[in-house]
């Protein structure tokens, strides 16, 4: 099983910064795509950033020049840099992760999220 444990939301004023983090433990053989994800009150949830074993990214078009994604191969884990905050990021931001086992079998786990509040 495997364990994604997010940290680092709370709340900012706009204008502000935030960093999250995600560390992924438990019977992992390779961390492949990783990611944030958030969802606001009666919204959809959307993909805010991802990024692939190898460093490629893709960001939202309304995340890109705000916020940067991030990763540590060697401490499984996944980090968002959050600049310039506007009170629509409020919202829920979780974390995903796509691990592959050491039989070869990819899946996707989510992490329990973390709120991210930014005032105007």
């Known amino acids: 099983q495997v364990q994604l444990v997010e940290s680092g939301g709370g709340s900012v004023q706009a204008g502000g910064s935030l960093r999250l983090s995600c560390a992924a433990s438990g019977t992992i053989f390779r961390v492949n795509a990783m990611g944030w994800y958030r969802q606001a009150p009666g919204k959809q949830r959307e993909v805010v950033a991802t990024i692939t074993g190898g460093g490629s990214t893709y960001y939202a078009d309304s995340m890109k020049g705000r916020f940067t994604i991030s990763r540590d191969n060697g401490k499984n884990t996944v980090y968002l840099q959050m600049n310039s905050l506007k009170y629509e990021d409020t919202a829920v931001y979780y974390c995903?992760?796509?691990?592959?086992?050491?039989?070869?079998?990819?899946?996707?786990?989510w992490g329990q999220g973390t709120q991210v509040t930014v005032s105007s």
């Open positions: 995903h992760a796509v691990v592959e086992s050491s039989g070869g079998l990819n899946r996707a786990y």
